[in-house]
T-cell receptor
Framework: DTAVSQTPKYLVTQMGNDKSIKCEQN?????MYWYKQDSKKFLKIMFS???????INETVPNRFSPKSPDKAHLNLHINSLELGDSAVYFC??????????FGSGTRLTVV | AQSVTQLGSHVSVSEGALVLLRCNYS??????LFWYVQYPNQGLQLLLK??????LVKGINGFEAEFKKSETSFHLTKPSAHMSDAAEYFC????????????FGQGTELSVKP
């Protein structure tokens, strides 16, 4: 069983569309994150939830909206997609002793 | 504010040679430090982490790193490089507060020549 799973793995969409990326973890962790990896491979935190509560909201356009229906799921919805949103988005969860587990990523391409 | 600097965006070594990837951090409190590896088109895999126990940390695939508080460094080493080590390596820091977020360095691409 995959510990942190993201769907879809690849997403190609046109500018202006709205899309969602889903993330699920089966590790029992309380804290989940979204990270963005840009074309230069730089990784930056976007959001974090702890047991369904938003605790980190970095400087991200409000077109990005995370949602956590329960502590095992953290989804990312993006409105009005722009070319600059093209990136790889990683979901992660954190357990005890600072054990972070990352998903395999979702490569978003906006055309 | 915490930050991480990785010296050298690209490092090239010969197979069998020593691998040394440099990482310096800035943190106002004792940090937690991590090294991750990313193979092409894959996710992030934890190599090792320092969480205030032993300063010399051993990880997977023969890698190790030493926490040096006086130098604010956490360099990654491997005695003998394999072709399969070619990948992108990221150093990261977490201060344990601020939601435990990870702050990543810019990454170092390791190439291994036959």
């Amino acid at each position: 069983d995959t510990a942190v799973s993201q769907t879809p793995k690849y997403l190609v969409t046109q500018m202006g569309n709205d899309k969602s990326i889903k993330c699920e973890q089966n590790l029992g962790h309380d804290t989940m994150y979204w990270y963005k990896q840009d074309s230069k491979k730089f990784l930056k935190i976007m959001f974090s939830y702890n047991n369904k509560e938003l605790i980190i909201n970095e400087t991200v356009p409000n077109r990005f909206s995370p949602k956590s229906p329960d502590k095992a799921h953290l989804n990312l919805h993006i409105n009005s997609l722009e070319l600059g949103d093209s990136a790889v988005y990683f979901c992660a969860s954190k357990g005890t002793a600072y054990g972070y587990t990352f998903g395999s990523g979702t490569r978003l391409t906006v055309v | 504010a915490q930050s991480v600097t990785q010296l050298g965006s690209h490092v090239s070594v010969s197979e069998g040679a020593l691998v040394l990837l440099r990482c310096n951090y800035s943190s106002s409190v004792p940090p937690y430090l991590f090294w991750y590896v990313q193979y092409p088109n894959q996710g992030l895999q934890l190599l090792l982490k320092y969480t205030s126990a032993a300063t010399l940390v051993k990880g997977i695939n023969g890698f190790e790193a030493e926490f040096k508080k006086s130098e604010t460094s956490f360099h990654l080493t491997k005695p003998s490089a394999h072709m399969s080590d070619a990948a992108e390596y990221f150093c990261a820091v977490s201060e344990g507060n601020q939601g435990g977020k990870l702050i990543f360095g810019q990454g170092t691409e390791l190439s291994v020549k036959p």
